[in-house]
């Protein structure tokens, strides 16, 4: 014998609403039963719109430029002491141009990528002028070695994109940039401080990066070398 939760008149057993007041009849036994049928999430998927490059080039572009120009107007305004927001316009300068190509000019050349960032150092760098005291540091140090990395990281993606790559060819390479970008890093900085373009420290990095090559090049000859460099270390 049953009776209806809702007004308490009896139920016939196989009544599934009361004659009543028409509340639905359940079996407490079947409760569960239905609650775990019941899911508590939505069946549909929400899908969130995704967010394309060109929205958050833009993002980027007005925080690198809002940031140049409330620094510039604090510059000109409160903090007068000298031309310290220069350096903040170059910083966005370089920060743009460094994600330009990956969020928003996606099909740039990466030797015209690197061009520019090499464009955004120097720029940077002149800025900085505006706050010392002499200024021929830029012309006979800053360009000569914001060139000298541009032109070697160019050097070395393009025998990393055009000749043979693998991993023992790439570190060829690498080593072989690196001992060429200390030695020309050691006689630029020789030449602006003391005139004098010889070779110290350099010297120890271009004998150890020609070590490395020798043993690169040797592996590279050798067939069985090769072969087994892979098998130790899995590439």
């Known amino acids: 014998m049953s009776y209806c939760v809702n007004c308490g008149v009896e139920l016939d057993a196989s009544a599934k609403n009361c004659p009543l007041c028409n509340t639905p009849v359940l079996n407490p036994n079947e409760i569960g039963k239905v609650l775990e049928s019941q899911s508590p999430f939505p069946k549909e998927k929400g899908q969130v719109e995704t967010v394309k490059r060109k929205d958050i080039g833009i993002l980027l572009s007005m925080v690198t430029l809002s940031t140049a120009v409330v620094c510039g107007i604090l510059n000109a305004f409160v903090f007068r002491d000298n031309l310290w927001s220069l350096v903040v316009l170059g910083a966005c300068v370089i920060l743009w141009v460094f994600f330009e190509p990956i969020i928003i000019f996606t099909k740039q050349s990466v030797y015209l990528s690197i061009l520019y960032d090499g464009a955004a150092v120097c720029f940077l760098l002149y800025m900085i002028t505006f706050l010392a005291d002499d200024s021929a540091w830029f012309a006979e140090l800053a360009i000569p070695l914001v060139v ?12 990393v994109r055009r000749l043979p790559r693998s991993f023992v060819t790439v570190s060829l390479y690498f080593f072989t940039a690196a001992g060429l970008l200390c030695m020309g890093i050691e006689l630029l900085v020789g030449r602006y401080v003391n005139r004098n373009m010889s070779l110290s420290w350099s010297a120890v990095v271009l004998t150890v990066c020609g070590v490395l090559d020798i043993a690169l090049i040797t592996i590279l000859s050798s067939r069985r070398l090769r072969n087994s460099m892979r098998k130790r270390l899995h590439f």
């Open 148 to 159: 000298l990395v541009t032109v070697m990281t160019e050097v070395f993606i393009l025998c």
